[in-house]
């Protein structure tokens, strides 16, 4: 294989097991925040007990989360030092502002969201879940717009030539607000709390289906499930933006993704099938018009296809259109569990249903599916752009790096993945399996005369 393809191997097996973490510090960090508020407003011990064993849950995904982001800053000088060379200026002032502005906020709270629960009274408590809840979603911030900048650059100027060119930032506030980073940044963020809200899903059904802990699992259940349709909701409607977005900036992304190749008005969306790269055509079940009125509000508006641009800027057809169709029909499915889900719980008939349980509980699955497909979509589908219509991948490489010292390199990267991966399953099973504390449902003494109440053996 070439250093080129090897490279990008290396780095898309990185940043998708990274992606298996943020979203969950994200989801739970946003929940984490509603169960200690309802534990504020309403003084119910069992909240506390929730807040106490999520907030164990939180933690471990984002000390593994950490651990396997910071390899990734290290491939941009190894593998892809022309591209750290070319937009560094762009690129590191938001890596910059996510570390000032999120790691640090998020970081500097966590020990007295973890270890504070006895030595600060509740309010104290409940403003770092706060803070490091922000933090969590002031690192998607400045990564999104990082990485919505390759998608859609601005903000800046190309000042050198040739190997000595390179982007500068002219206006910081363009380059943070370009034209996708708030479309994108929204969908990144339902599609988080999405994440977060199922795992809560999952294990309050996990223990109904092993009727242990039941008074924890429901408060878990519906507090969950409530997000979970919001947040599946609130997806559909971002991704309908972000797509809108994606027709305006990048018209072949938008046709890599329904596999359309004739500019025309009236395109159809296609439901599912497969492309035919090399015949140019699209085999599947299509609704007529669809994709127009979708686009642009109109079935006779013109979509722009793949015969616009030239065969060797097209990116990977068949591949980005099948990657972008199973994120759309994961979102449409985690709906319809969602309202099934509701519905049942409304119903009383919840416990009752042992498929709807199972569903639940392995539909933890889902988020993360959609998710990672929706991210390899939107990066497969700007090749062969690294920036987009500025520097293309298979120039941003470094001159040096060789096939073997990259295949060496991700072999050991594997391995270590692999290892991190066994540790987090088996800690977070372990933490399921265990359960909540009992003792959790009584709250510290310090706590519980914070709120003028009298604690077990205060006199």
């Known amino acids: 294989m070439s250093v080129l393809l090897l490279s990008r191997l290396q780095f898309a097996l990185t940043i998708t097991f990274h992606y298996l973490y943020p979203p969950l510090s994200i989801g739970l960090g946003i929940l984490l925040v509603v169960i200690e508020a309802l534990w504020l407003i309403t003084r119910n011990p069992l909240y506390h007990q929730m807040a106490r064993y999520w907030t164990k849950v939180f933690a471990l995904t984002f000390a593994i989360g950490v651990a396997t982001g910071i390899v990734m800053e290290f491939e941009f000088g190894t593998n892809w030092a022309t591209y750290s060379r070319y937009v560094g200026d762009v690129f590191g002032s938001a890596l910059a502002a996510e570390g000032i502005f999120a790691f640090f906020l998020e970081s500097g709270f966590l020990a007295v969201l973890l270890f504070g629960w006895d030595k600060v009274g509740p309010k104290m408590h409940f403003f770092s879940t706060c803070m ?10 400045w990564i999104v717009v990082a990485n919505s900048w390759m998608q859609t650059p601005a903000g800046f100027h190309i000042v050198g030539t040739g190997l000595n060119a390179r982007a500068e930032v002219t206006d910081f506030w363009a380059m943070v607000f370009n034209p996708s980073s708030m479309q994108r940044l929204s969908h990144t963020l339902s599609g988080a709390w999405q994440a977060g809200a199922w795992l809560m899903v999952s294990v309050g059904a996990w223990y109904l289906l092993r009727r ?51 500019t025309r008005t009236h395109a159809p969306l296609t439901l599912f099938g497969w492309v035919d790269a090399k015949n140019e055509k699209t085999h599947g079940y299509a609704i007529p018009g669809l994709l127009s009125w979708l686009a642009h509000g109109k079935t006779s508006a013109k979509v722009t296809g793949l015969n616009e641009t030239a065969p060797a800027d097209r990116p990977p057809v068949n591949f980005t259109f099948q990657l972008f169709h199973l994120m759309v029909a994961v979102g449409f499915t985690m709906i319809g569990l969602a309202l099934w889900a509701v519905w049942a719980l409304w119903r009383g008939s919840l416990e009752r249903s042992r498929v709807l349980l199972w569903l639940m509980t392995f539909a933890v699955l889902g988020p993360q599916i959609a998710n990672q497909a929706g991210w390899w979509a939107a990066e497969v589908g700007r090749q062969p752009w690294i920036v987009y219509h500025l520097l293309k991948t298979s120039a941003a490489l470094s001159a040096v790096v060789t096939a073997n010292e990259v295949v060496a390199s991700m072999v050991m990267f594997s391995l270590v993945y692999m290892l991190l991966f066994a540790v987090f399953v088996f800690l977070l099973n372990d933490k399921i399996q265990h359960g909540p504390d009992d003792s959790d449902l009584n709250p510290a003494g310090k706590w519980a005369l914070g709120f003028g109440l009298k604690s077990k053996g205060a006199k």
């Open 212 to 262: 242990r802990h039941r008074e924890f699992a429901l408060a878990s259940v519906r507090i969950g499930l409530a997000f979970a349709l919001f947040a599946s909701l609130l997806t559909l409607l971002t991704g309908h933006k972000s797509a809108e977005g994606v027709a305006k900036n990048q018209p072949e992304k938008l046709a890599a993704f329904e596999g359309l190749y004739v």
């Open 132 to 141: 490091v809840a922000l933090g969590a979603h002031f690192s998607a911030v």
